[in-house]
């Protein structure tokens, strides 16, 4: 079965200081990866989404970028965060074939920035 | 543009009453229409789609919910809510550009009266 995980779960950085945030996927290829943040009381933003080893598609223009070095791992990043980069991250898969486009969610990771 | 729609914020129900949660939608092809369940400090589990075929589909923790295409919604109900149900409900409408995405409802927030 196909499980996502995301690392690390809980985060407190200070202004200013570097950003990166890993999910992985296990059990299928070729995946569809997401970034998305949630701020508190907020809906869910899509960030970034990628079809394949480095293609990246941003969503939003921020200080974050993402990369997708491997098939089933996607990393985000900041050079320098920023106090509005506070928020939850989740990250997500998904294959349109055969399971006709639901997203499958990571359990997300916390960020506060200081 | 597309977009997902769900106009109410807060909703407040006693346990063992019924339950509707609101959503309409934005897309100009035929939509895959989800609905998504987060507890506090988690990620986000599937409850159910909706991509063709029966306008009522079933989902997991006996919720519901009703495709309604000339009307542009997509309401998740239950007939008897449990204090478990308390949770944040995202609706959500498969799009298909560059690339396929889902793009999410700002989310219901449901509180269960004992």
């Known amino acids: 079965s196909q499980t996502i995980h995301q690392w690390p779960a809980t985060l407190v950085q200070p202004v200013g200081s570097p950003l990166s945030l890993e999910c992985t996927v296990e059990?299928?290829?070729?995946?569809?990866l997401y970034w998305y943040r949630q701020a508190a009381g907020r809906g869910l933003q899509l960030l970034f989404y990628s079809v394949g080893i480095g293609q990246i598609s941003s969503e939003v223009p921020q200080n974050l970028s993402a990369s997708r070095p491997q098939d089933r791992q996607f990393i985000l990043s900041s050079k320098k965060l920023l106090l509005s980069d506070s928020g939850f991250y989740l990250c997500?898969?998904?294959?349109?074939?055969?399971?006709?486009?639901?997203?499958?969610f990571g359990p997300g990771t916390r960020l506060t920035v200081l | 543009a597309q977009s997902v729609t769900q106009p109410d914020i807060h909703i407040t129900v006693s346990e063992g009453a019924s339950l509707e949660l609101r959503c309409n939608y934005s897309?100009?092809?035929?939509?895959?229409l989800f609905w998504y369940v987060q507890s506090p400090g988690q990620g986000l589990q599937l409850l159910l789609k909706?991509?063709?075929?029966?306008?009522l589909v079933q989902g997991i923790k006996g919720f519901e919910a009703e495709f309604k295409r000339s009307q542009s919604s997509f309401n998740l109900r239950k007939p008897s809510v449990h204090w478990s149900d308390a949770a944040e409900y995202f609706c959500?409408?498969?799009?298909?550009?560059?690339?396929?995405?889902?793009?999410f409802g700002s989310g219901t927030r449901l509180l269960v009266r004992p």
């Open positions: 897309y100009g092809a035929t939509p895959y």
């Open positions: 909706y991509f063709s075929g029966d306008t």
């Open positions: 959500a409408v498969g799009v298909l550009d560059s690339s396929y995405k889902l793009i």
């Open positions: 059990g299928t290829s070729n995946p569809n």
């Open positions: 997500a898969w998904s294959v349109m074939s055969g399971r006709r486009g639901e997203q499958f």
